[in-house]
């Protein structure tokens, strides 16, 4: 199936997008073209904007995330002198003509765990650390995305904003978003987990928090073999059946009273109950209560689960290095995400998760040549590095690119971070009702005024 050509003139290489070049150490032309073949995006005949040249500037939308779209072209592609740049029109039409099912392939196509069993960091017992957890963004307050995704609610009535839910599976080891769902707001994460079941596999050893915990998610994975480490709230039935000898039980969890009270179809847990004593740790005093499938407790002690389930945290950061780090609020975009059409958002986000792989992929190529783990990396500080140095890969030859590929790795090796103190972090913000009334629907898209400042002034006496 062939690709029509774009219009634009090639002159040093055979990419449109020349200043791209570095990117295809990770995402290479065949991905985006069988992606785009896969979804049916072939262009028929010879235009400026194909398919190929839109995916990649959407790519580079990910990366760039501070410069308006027809930016990102510009700082995509080299000037050539007498030639115009595509208007932010015919980009935005482009990019609605692409959709979204490209930029979900490229994704399922293209990401994937990065860690072996050598990376430090990433394996327990054998087992890939594996993560899953829900963010939620705001998204532009338009009437196509209200209706698509809802807005949150409360007590001074609904957000601001519009917003979105992404639920993403995650190594933890090297902050890998292996796969995700998104969803409207309101949609729950139990019923969003199962998008993202299908990537799990028995190497693993998944760490979720209370939220997903349910009987029948539990016997989902465990009868894959998946293993388990999940924290849950106290008022779950957990009655000790046989103690351990480190402090931990083992018990039954079953689908209802009934099933607990007849014994039948139970499935075998080991619970782990700790408090903690120090009056400025955050849960002090509070039972925490974790389970989980590996019932050895000589082969995994009780104090290094309650340590490694910590590791969930890794998750957090994640959310952290895209929402505030790849691509934070500013002054000209007050929501997480740009994009004003539920279709654009939804890309937008793939753009996103893609361009935070590529980051990712890069550190990780970086630690693993000096055999360190992926954390002691600094993502704002490749991050820059990337976005600086990008540019200067000409893509002229094999060898140019291979030096300039090798030069970057160099680079971001260098940027660690310190190791992580033992410190807290209370639950609290700075700032939290604004003194101004909360801006509600008949605030939203007023009508014209009919008269001028001029013709309503009224002189008083």
Partial sequence: MHQGRCSFPIIDSDRILDRLAGLEQVIHPDDIQQALEATGRVNSRACTLTHQVTLWVVLAMGLFTDLPIRQVYKYARRLRKGESTPHRSSLCVAR????????????????????????????????????????????PDTPANEAAFGRSSGSRGDGAF???????????????????????????????????????????????DRGFYSCEFWRELDSMKVKLLARVINHVALAPLRYLSDGSYLTKIYRNQYDRKKDRDGVWVRVIRYTLDDPQRVGHGEVHTIITNLLDEKLYPADELIILYHERWEHELVYDEQ????????????????????????QELYALSLG????????????????????RLSFTGCFQILKCRLPECDGLTAQSITAWYEALLWEMQSERTDPRRNRINPRVIKQKISKWNKKRPVHLRQPPLKKTFRETIVMTH
Avoid: W
Wanted: charge should be neutral; include cysteine; aromatic fraction near 6%.
């Fill in 96 to 139: 609605q003509r692409l959709g979204v099912d490209p930029l979900r392939q490229l994704f399922a196509q293209i990401v994937r765990p990065l860690a072996n069993p050598h990376t430090k960091g990433a394996f327990y017992g054998g087992y890939r650390l594996m993560g899953i957890d829900s963010t939620v963004l705001d998204v």
């Fill in 162 to 208: 519009p917003q979105i839910r992404k639920l993403s599976l995650v190594e933890l080891g090297t902050h890998v978003e292996v796969a995700i769902s998104i969803g409207p707001v309101h949609c729950s994460e139990q019923k969003m987990v199962s998008d993202v079941l299908p990537y799990v596999t028995p190497e693993m050893l998944l760490l979720v």
């Fill in 323 to 346: 929402k505030t780090h790849q691509d934070p609020r500013r002054a000209t975009k007050p929501s997480h995400l740009r994009s004003e059409t539920p279709d654009g958002v939804k």
């Fill in 356 to 375: 935070h792989f590529v980051i990712r992929s890069l550190m990780f190529s970086a630690a693993e040549s000096v055999d360190i783990d992926p954390d």
